[in-house]
Every structure is written in structure tokens, then in C-alpha cells.
């Protein structure tokens, strides 16, 4: 009992009370909303799952978004559960106020499975000029990564250097297995802007394999160039031609 502090019991987690054994400190943890935008800040946990195929950890906040973006767990599983809102899109110049999203430079390579579930990602925006840089939703992707049911509207990627992509600024060299990219669709509402490659799903493909499947893309193609191999089917560009660079691309029913 007491104020002095004890070995062991840290007075920067626990409370010491004069009269009384120490009790441990209560933090607040910030619980966010699905629908709202993104505030600037990363969530400290998932609301569920485990990160398994049977429990992927389930995403309703942009917050849980840049968690999942930021942990660099690979082989993990993730779910959208809502639609996810980084910036207020509804006014004509929402990008004079919008928050910065991330590039290659910010964030590793994503090498999990994400699962869109049919849900919209809106409100990406980046304005840059870092050497080497890869912007998108996801910056890089790499090895066995699998995004499918996604849909990308609202958004803005001023790039000038590297490449980018609404969905992945590029596919990373040397993947040991297969990177997949299925049921993922853009919308024409989605903006490019820049000297970089732009691809509109993917700005480019390192030195790996891409399987393609069943996507749709209303800007910029589907992606600016492969220097690994892309294998596409079933896919749609409109408005543009699919690719910029045609060099190993295996297409069919493109």
C-alpha cells in the first residue's frame, strides 16, 4: 500500500493510492464508425476475426483499412464488411482539404488475401513527386495476395514518378507464387493525373505472375505494363485500350 512506487509495477500504467494497493491505468481505446471518413489515425485491433480463411478479420472503418495495411502480416485474411470512405468526396474541390494516402514509401508490400465483398473504397487521394514510388489503394502487392469483390470510385492520384494503379501502384518482383486479381471493378470517376504509369486497376507488373480474372475498368485501361507475365480473361476496359505495353500479356476474352 501506498505511493511508492514498487519494482516491476510502473507508475506510468499502474495508479498508486495512498491508502490503497496500485490499480492498473484505464486507457480509452477510439472506437470508430463505419461510413465515416478517415480520420488520419490507424485502429489499434480489429473488431473480429482472427486473420484465418474460416475468421479473416473483418473491416469497417478506413482505420482498420491502414491497421491492415500497415501490420505487413503475410498470408493473412481480410474482409470488408462496409463500404470505406478515406476522404469527403461530395464537394466539387474536396481534394484542397482531402488526406494524403500512402504510397510504396509509407507502407510494405501487401502479401495477404483481401475480399471486398462487393464493397467500395472511395476518396483515395495522393499528390506527390517521391522518386521510385508506387501509388493505389494498396501500393505494392506481392506474393500470394488475392483481391477480389473490390470496387474503387471517387478518387484522385496525382503521381509523377513510378507508376500507379486505383487499386496497386505495382505487383513486386520476384513473387514466388501467383498474385490474383478477380471480380475488381474502377470507375470512370476515378482520376489520374502525373507522368507516371497508369494503369487503372494496376499500374504495373513486376517480375511475377499476375492472374487477371472477371475485373472491369472505366479509366486508363486495366494496367500499364508487364515485365513478369499477366495472364488476363475475362476482362473489361472501357473507353481505353487495356494495356499501354502489350509485352507478356496472355489475354483472352479481353
Known amino acids: 500500500k501506498g505511493t511508492t512506487e514498487i519494482e516491476g509495477i510502473s507508475s506510468e500504467r499502474w495508479t498508486y493510492n495512498e491508502n490503497g494497493y496500485p490499480t492498473p491505468k484505464i486507457y480509452n ?11 488520419g489515425e490507424i485502429a489499434v485491433q480489429f473488431a473480429e476475426g ?5 475468421a479473416p478479420y473483418l473491416i469497417s472503418t478506413a482505420e482498420e483499412f491502414v491497421l491492415m495495411l ?8 481480410y474482409r470488408l464488411i462496409a463500404d470505406i470512405a478515406i476522404n469527403d468526396t461530395s464537394a466539387a474541390d474536396w481534394t484542397a482539404t ?4 500512402f504510397t510504396s514509401n509509407d507502407i510494405p508490400v501487401f502479401e495477404a488475401s483481401l475480399d471486398g465483398n462487393g464493397h467500395t473504397v472511395s476518396g483515395i487521394y495522393y499528390d506527390g513527386n517521391q522518386a521510385g514510388e508506387y501509388a493505389g489503394l494498396i501500393p505494392v502487392v506481392g506474393n500470394t495476395a488475392n483481391i477480389t469483390n473490390l470496387t474503387i470510385a471517387n478518387s484522385v492520384i496525382n503521381a509523377n514518378n513510378g507508376a500507379a494503379g486505383a487499386v496497386a501502384g505495382s505487383i513486386a ?3 514466388a507464387k501467383v498474385v490474383k486479381f478477380s471480380g475488381v471493378k474502377v470507375e470512370d470517376s476515378v482520376k489520374f493525373e502525373g507522368r507516371a504509369m497508369f494503369g487503372g486497376i494496376i499500374g504495373k507488373v513486376g517480375y511475377s505472375v499476375l492472374k487477371m480474372s472477371d475485373c472491369i475498368s472505366k479509366t486508363n485501361g486495366l494496367f500499364y505494363s508487364a515485365t513478369g507475365e499477366a495472364q488476363v480473361s475475362r476482362c473489361v476496359s472501357v473507353g481505353a485500350y487495356p494495356f499501354a505495353e502489350t509485352q507478356n500479356i496472355k489475354a483472352e476474352n479481353v
Open 98 to 101: 482531402a488526406k494524403k494516402w
Open 70 to 77: 500497415t501490420s505487413g502480416e503475410a498470408g493473412k485474411y
Open 173 to 175: 518482383d520476384k513473387c
Open 29 to 39: 481505446i477510439r472506437e470508430y464508425s463505419a461510413g465515416t471518413n478517415w480520420s
Open 50 to 54: 482472427d486473420g484465418s480463411d474460416k
